[in-house]
Structures are given as structure tokens and as C-alpha cells.
């Protein structure tokens, strides 16, 4: 194995996504935590979680935006691997973050509630995941409720998800005192004290005759999706921890199955042995299948070769104190600071000014970026999200990203008419970040309509103009223009104006014959002859 193939064999790309109020944001925090990524735990309650980081989302204490983090974990005797995590948010409106987030990632952990179990988003984010083709783990948080049910998940995995849910092992304690896990992979025993530290323990005689017969109904489920374990286990051989956990990886990574485990998040219970599930069953980009991408001289397979064509999706715009951010998954090549790529967006291409490697609201500047990584460009103010980079002298595209269409619009107009340019500014930077949010004008009545998915969207929308851009801003519905259609031709239609403001004053005699016509339209004819109206009146009698 060569160092590259190496080092890409050691990375995770993995999404959090579950239902809002699941514990998604709470376990991420947990997650960089356990890994020495940060040495405070924040709490979304308190408003200072480490990706919730934008004001809007400090305030409602949801997450609204997905933001990448980065992390380390080694698990057993293993080497180190990096973790990219992307916490994505639950709620339907801004379904658009998981959509794109799990375009470009290699696996995910979906989270479910014990207490809640399958609700309606995690059905959604689920279908999304497999859309995509994502193998998944599950972990079902918040085991120390009360009437939390791990079985009762398990159920509606298979039930409601259509699933084929693999429990790796057997939680400890009654009703809302969850304080243990049964590792039947590596047949051990985890109990957790109060601060969440974790004694294990190997199974002792009596403990290998009570959770035997459970291991083996693991070992049989996963072997029905594995020839390489069904024939170990029809061969009577011993099936080991090494052994078994290899087959989950394959049956997972095939979608066959799915691996589920337990835990409490927000009382640090169950994270290591997630952890050690992320490296021991998602993918590293190695085990994607190839992404394809059109070329000049038809479709082009692409490995993660950091040696191959350069290919990067750009899947995400956002704005912060450092400038424009463009988050890009490097499917293939090398990407350095000072080259200059093609767009398909942009037909003078790109330069490369800054890269960064992006840890919630803060950047770090790398020299270059290979195939598999996650990174983000700086500085690049008309980004398009879904546009290809690749070499200038072998463009190629990539699949893009597909937006559901907005459903509800809302009427904008500034307090000021001075702000006018500012709201239009403001208003294009949040449908840049935003491909699920749309700004147009209604042609009939003149309005500013911003159209998004939902009102909880909206009003995220307008509070950033008025938080980020300084605008106070009136809402209401669209106005609907009102149309009426003659329904027979109408001869010598007069109109009269008289108006004395000093002067001559002003004083108009217009006459207009209407006739209905059948497509619709309406369509103005000027029958004046010899000059008898000068020319300059002709728009206002139109108008």
C-alpha cells in the first residue's frame, strides 16, 4: 500500500443527520470533546456549541447552517484516522444543508431519539442518505430518559425505515438509568460512572453464557449478507472480534445492514464506542465507488487519485468574518494554492488565493488539498454552488446539486427607500449561500418577493438582513394583481383628464375601442392619423 493510498484508507467523511431535537449538535460537541479537538464542552442550551456558531442559531438553539469540523481517533491498536464531520440541521425548512452535504460525503451517522424513536424528518434524511447511496450507522441517543426504548427503535428501524437494523450490543440499566453497554463484537462489558467515564471489562464465564446466544444471532444475521462469515461460521470455525467486525464492514458498506448502538450524548455515554464505530464500519473515500464526470471526450471515471485529473465539486457557499467561503470535496487530483482551474461556472476560471481547512467559524491556511478532502476556497465572491473545478487543460462536470423548489413567498420592502441597493445586495448574498432561496420581483406589482421553504426559513432569512446587513425590513404576503378580461369588443371607450395645477393646466380626451382576443395578451394599436396627438403623448395614453 502506498503512502497515498494510505492515508486515504485512514480518512472518514461523515455527516450527522437525524430529526431536529434528536441530540445531533449535542453528540458532535462530544464527539470533537472525547477527540481532543476542543477542552470545553459547550451546550447548545447555553447557546456556545462549537457548530452552532452563528448568532441566529446561538439565539433559537437550532441548527440551521452545516458546518464542518475536523477530528482525530484512533480506535484499539489501530493508526490515527481523520474525521470530517459535518453537523447538519433537522429541520425540514433547511433541508437543503443535508441534501449537499450528503452529495458530497462518504457515510453518516443518522441519530435517533430513544424516547421519540423515527419521526418524520429522520425518514427524510434517511431516504436522502440512500439516495446518495450513503452507508449509515445508527445511534440512538438519549438512553438516560425516561421512557427511552432501544427496542422499540429497533423496531421502527425496520418498520418505518425499511431497515436492517444490526444491534452491536445490549444496553445496561432499567428505564432512565442507562449506565452500560454489552459489546457483543468484541464480547465486553462498558459501564459508565455519572461523569461518563467508562470501565470495561471482557466477559467473564457467567457473562459469555448469558450474552452467547445473542453475539450468535449478530454473527447469523450479518452472515446471511456475507459469504466470507457464512462460510466461517457454517465451518463450525470460532467466530473472533477481528473477524466479525470485518464482515459488518462489508455488509455496511454494500448497504446490506445497518450497525446500531447506544448512548447519552449529553451525559458523554456511548462515545467512544461510536467512534470506534465510524472508523470501524464507514467508508474512507478508497471504498466509494468511482465518481463519473462529463469530459470533452465523453464520461470519465474518476478515483480518488491524488495523482489523477483534477475534479472538486464546490457544494457550499458561506459568508464570514474572513470573506467568501467555498467548501470543496476534491473527488480527484491535487489542489494548490496559486493554480489556476477551470469553472464550469465561470469561463475565465479560477485562481486559487487561499486554501483553508475549515473548523466550525474558524480557517486554517493549508498549502494544498489531494483527492478525498474536504476544504474551502477563500475569497471567491461569485462562487456558484454546484459548479466543477477541474484542470484548464481537461475540463470536465460533474453531477450537480438539486434543490427542492421553494414553497412559500414573502413581500419585501426596506423602511427607507435608501436601502433599496442594500436589501438587493443583501438579498443576493443569502441566494448565494442558499440554493433553496429565491428573490424575485413580481412583475405585476412591482414587489420584492423572497420565496423559501418554509416560514421558519424566512424568518431566518430576514433576520440575517436585519442582524448582518443593518436593514429594517417590513413583511407581508404578495399582493395578488388583479386582472379583468372583456369578454365582447367594446367601441368608444372614453377617458377624460382635467386637471388645473396653474397655468393652462392639463386636459386629455382619450377614446379607445377593446376587443378581446384569444391567447390572452394584450397588445396596443395606434390608429391616430395626420398627427393629430403628438407622439410624446402617445406611451401616457398607452400607459
Known amino acids: 500500500m502506498n503512502t497515498n493510498t494510505q492515508t486515504l484508507s485512514r480518512l472518514r467523511n461523515l455527516g450527522i443527520i437525524a430529526h431536529i431535537d434528536a441530540g445531533k449538535t449535542t453528540l458532535t460537541e462530544r464527539l470533537l470533546w472525547k477527540t481532543g479537538e476542543i477542552h470545553r464542552v459547550g451546550e447548545v442550551h447555553d447557546g456556545n456549541a462549537t457548530t452552532d456558531f452563528s448568532a441566529i442559531e ?98 421502527q428501524l425496520q418498520d418505518k425505515l425499511r431497515a436492517r437494523p444490526w444491534a452491536l450490543g445490549v444496553p445496561l440499566g432499567s428505564e432512565g438509568d442507562f449506565h452500560g ?9 462498558l459501564q459508565w460512572q455519572d461523569a461518563g467515564a467508562a470501565t470495561v471489562t471482557a466477559w467473564s464465564e457467567a457473562e459469555r453464557a448469558q450474552w452467547q446466544p445473542q453475539r450468535n444471532a449478530l454473527v447469523e444475521a450479518v452472515a446471511d449478507h456475507d459469504d466470507v462469515l457464512a462460510t466461517a461460521w457454517l465451518e463450525g470455525r470460532d467466530i473472533d472480534a477481528a473477524t466479525l467486525r470485518a464482515a459488518i464492514r462489508r455488509a455496511t458498506l454494500a448497504g446490506a445492514g445497518v450497525p446500531v448502538l447506544a448512548g447519552a450524548a449529553f451525559k458523554d455515554k456511548g462515545i467512544e464506542t461510536l467512534l470506534d464505530a465510524v472508523v470501524d464500519y464507514l467508508p474512507s473515500p478508497l471504498d466509494r465507488p468511482a465518481v463519473t464526470a462529463e469530459g470533452e471526450g465523453g464520461d470519465v471515471l474518476l478515483p480518488p487519485d491524488p495523482d489523477g485529473p483534477l475534479a472538486g465539486l464546490l457544494f457550499k457557499i458561506t459568508h464570514q468574518q474572513h470573506g467568501a467561503l467555498s467548501f470543496v470535496r476534491l473527488y480527484s487530483g491535487t489542489l494548490k494554492v496559486g493554480d ?146 372583456p369578454q365582447r369588443a367594446v367601441e368608444g371607450v372614453v377617458g377624460r383628464l382635467v386637471k388645473q395645477t396653474g397655468g393652462q393646466g392639463q386636459f386629455a380626451h382619450v377614446v379607445l375601442d377593446v376587443v378581446p382576443r384569444d391567447d390572452g395578451e394584450v397588445v396596443f394599436n395606434d390608429r391616430i392619423v395626420g398627427g393629430v396627438v403628438p407622439r410624446n403623448f402617445i406611451a401616457a395614453v398607452e400607459k
Do not use: C
Open 340 to 485: 489556476n482551474v477551470a469553472s464550469s461556472q465561470h469561463p475565465q476560471g479560477r485562481r486559487i488565493s487561499r486554501l483553508v481547512r475549515v473548523q466550525a467559524d474558524q480557517t486554517q491556511d493549508i498549502g494544498q488539498a489531494v483527492a478525498g478532502d474536504i476544504v474551502a476556497v477563500l475569497g471567491w465572491k461569485d462562487a456558484v454552488s454546484g459548479e466543477t473545478l477541474s484542470g484548464r487543460g481537461r475540463p470536465l462536470l460533474l453531477e450537480s446539486i438539486q434543490a427542492q423548489p421553494p414553497v412559500l413567498a414573502w413581500r419585501l420592502e426596506p423602511a427607507r427607500a435608501a436601502d433599496l441597493i442594500r436589501l438587493a445586495q443583501g438579498l443576493a448574498s443569502l441566494a448565494q449561500e442558499d440554493p433553496s432561496f429565491r428573490v424575485e420581483t413580481d412583475r405585476e406589482t412591482g414587489e420584492t418577493l423572497a420565496w423559501g421553504m418554509g416560514e421558519l426559513h424566512l424568518e431566518v432569512m430576514v433576520e440575517r438582513l436585519r442582524s448582518e446587513w443593518k436593514l429594517d425590513i417590513g413583511i407581508g404576503a404578495p399582493r395578488v394583481a388583479y386582472q379583468e378580461t
Open 58 to 155: 446561538r439565539e433559537r438553539g437550532i441548527t440551521i447552517g452545516a458546518a464542518a469540523v475536523h477530528a482525530q481517533w484512533a480506535p484499539r491498536d489501530l493508526p490515527l484516522h481523520q474525521l470530517t464531520l459535518i453537523d447538519t440541521p433537522g429541520h425540514i425548512d433547511f433541508a437543503i444543508e443535508v441534501e449537499r452535504s450528503l452529495r458530497v460525503l462518504d457515510g453518516a451517522v443518522a441519530v435517533f431519539s430513544a424516547v421519540d424513536g423515527v419521526q418524520p424528518q429522520s425518514e427524510t434524511v434517511w431516504r436522502q442518505a440512500r439516495r446518495h447511496g450513503v452507508p449509515l450507522i445508527a445511534f440512538v441517543n438519549k438512553m438516560d430518559r425516561i421512557g427511552a426504548s432501544f427496542e422499540r427503535v429497533l423496531e
Open 181 to 189: 453497554w454489552v459489546d457483543l463484537v468484541d464480547g465486553r462489558v
